[in-house]
């Protein structure tokens, strides 16, 4: 069971990364990024870690999508492209696409096949309770912790100074 609720998993954070780089759209772009996020906080439950999806859920599907959405509804998307596209691009990117793929699989199938023999990984008895990412949290990763922080505050503060903009603008 385990198993096929991993593979449903894996295909709902494939489809949804997938989904958020093929939309035209942004409102769909961001609601394939919350299809993504929910099959992250499924995949952080299979790994036995219920807090951190739980916090998946509340602070990244709740509350970071929901101001998404308001930001894509305020300001809209759609309108003209703000730079001409590169000449040669629609020829190269896909070669590049493909270039990609076949690196990341060579490096899968290659760690993978190593690991064929082995029972995985050990976990030790407080994985993921919220008192070890609590201290993860504020002794060894409290600097990128905080500039994460600030840096949604910025692109907070920017999306809104964008839209007043555009707002004055049209009026």
Do not use: C
């Not at 590169?86 to 060579?106: S, T």
């Not at 002794?139 to 999306?159: N, T």
Request: proline share 4%.
């Amino acid at each position: 069971m385990e198993e096929v609720l991993f593979f449903i998993a894996a295909i709902g954070a494939l489809g949804g990364a997938i989904g958020v780089i093929a939309m035209r759209n942004p409102f769909y772009s961001v609601l394939a990024l919350i299809v993504h996020l929910f099959s992250l906080a499924a995949l952080f439950l299979l790994l036995t870690s219920a807090f951190v999806a739980a916090a998946q859920v509340v602070v990244y599907a709740g509350a970071v999508m929901v101001l998404y959405v308001f930001v894509v509804a305020y300001v809209g998307g759609g309108g003209e492209s703000a730079w001409e596209p590169i000449p040669g691009q629609r020829f190269l990117a896909p070669l590049l696409g493909i270039a990609l793929f076949i690196e990341l699989a060579v490096a899968v199938l290659s760690s993978s096949l190593l690991a064929l023999g082995e029972d995985g990984p050990h976990v030790q008895a407080g994985f993921g309770d919220p008192a070890a990412i609590g201290r993860l949290l504020l002794e060894k990763f409290l600097l990128p912790f905080e500039a994460s922080s600030i840096l949604l505050l910025l692109a907070a503060v920017g999306a809104i100074v964008l839209a007043s903009n555009r707002r004055q603008e049209n009026a």
